[in-house]
């Protein structure tokens, strides 16, 4: 199970950090990744950060701005969004997946239930 935090109403130029905790005790040997969905949009990919956290991937949207970490000891994963822009409004999801790091929907077997991130212009 996964629960997701951290979201908020921001000034466009701020920064957010969310949170996701996970429960179980195989939290190492998922992918763990961040996807969000804004108003009448598809849920997309935001970034990825593989078992041990040794590797990353994110979305060119996000690229050099957003930053995913993880805490295997703590069962955690973060993602810390700095100079955010009103395009960055959506509801962000934490998920965990079995399969290769990468950006596919399909590929996350388990979402968290999502938090609201809201930059105003």
């Known amino acids: 199970q996964l629960q997701a935090s951290g979201g908020g109403l921001v000034q466009a130029g701020g920064s957010l950090r969310l949170s996701c905790a996970a429960s179980?005790?195989?939290?190492?040997?998922?992918?763990m990744g961040w996807f969000r969905q804004a108003p009448g949009k598809e849920r997309v990919f935001v970034a990825a950060?593989?078992?041990?956290?040794?590797?990353?991937y994110y979305a060119d949207s996000v690229k050099g701005r957003f930053t995913i970490s993880r805490d295997n000891a703590k069962n955690t994963e973060s993602l810390q969004m700095n100079s955010l822009k009103p395009e960055d409004t959506a509801i962000y999801y934490c998920?965990?997946?079995?399969?290769?790091?990468?950006?596919?929907?399909?590929?996350?077997?388990?979402w968290g239930q999502g938090t609201l991130v809201t930059v105003s212009s």
């Open positions: 179980g005790r195989t939290f190492s040997s998922y992918v």
């Open positions: 998920a965990a997946s079995s399969r290769p790091m990468g950006q596919r929907i399909s590929w996350y077997d388990y």
């Open positions: 950060i593989s078992r041990s956290g040794g590797s990353t």
